[in-house]
């Protein structure tokens, strides 16, 4: 038997290698718009409202406001693979914050509090506090300090169909 647990679990390495595994599902990556930096969003958030991006991050504090969970995130540039990884220095523009709104955070899990990092993919809704972008949450992939606390949770309502403007760009946009 325990030669059989062997065989299927080099049949699945084999597999993810062959196929590429990667933390985001196809169907984000299509839609999402390709190498978006913190950098880029940043500085011209108006170019990217509305659209799906994929960031790297790693959970600094969190907030209950508006009936939702708002994540404060210090960004982590993604690798190939898209994995969080280190900025390479302290002062790297891409070592910046943003924020992170999950909707239905009742399903969102709670071992969240134990991940080292997360790739998000998410819809940019605006600039909050600071000038730090929003991105309302559609698909999380956590990394836990152990394996047992990784994670994955899903929006299961189409961020394109949610009504949903912070308080924040609500001032913006004069409403």
């Known amino acids: 038997m325990t030669r059989n647990l062997l065989g299927d679990l080099i049949l699945l390495l084999a597999l993810c290698v062959s196929l590429g595994c990667s933390p985001v599902p196809r169907k984000y990556l299509r839609e999402a718009t390709p190498n978006v930096t913190l950098a880029a969003l940043t500085s011209a958030p108006e170019v990217y409202r509305g659209r799906l991006v994929v960031m790297g991050a790693v959970i600094l504090e969190e907030q209950t406001k508006e009936g939702s969970l708002w994540l404060h995130v210090k960004n982590r540039p993604l690798d190939q693979d898209y994995r969080p990884q280190l900025p390479p220095s302290?002062?790297?523009?891409?070592?910046?914050?943003?924020?992170?709104?999950?909707?239905?955070?009742?399903?969102?899990?709670?071992?969240?509090?134990?991940?080292?990092?997360?790739?998000?993919?998410g819809r940019v809704a605006g600039v909050g506090p600071g000038k730090e972008p929003i991105l309302k949450m559609v698909y999380v992939r956590g990394w836990g300090?152990?394996?047992?606390?990784?994670?994955?949770?899903?929006?299961?309502?189409d961020a394109n169909y949610m009504p949903f403007t912070p308080d924040e760009v609500k001032g913006e946009l004069g409403q």
């Not at 914050?97 to 509090?113: E, K, L, N, T």
């Not at 300090?145 to 949770?153: A, N, Y």
Request: charged fraction near 15%; charge should be negative; avoid cysteine.
């Open 145 to 157: 300090l152990s394996s047992t606390h990784d994670g994955v949770w899903e929006s299961v309502v």
């Open 90 to 121: 302290v002062n790297d523009p891409e070592g910046g914050w943003y924020w992170v709104v999950v909707g239905d955070h009742q399903s969102f899990p709670s071992s969240h509090r134990h991940w080292a990092d997360m790739t998000v993919v």
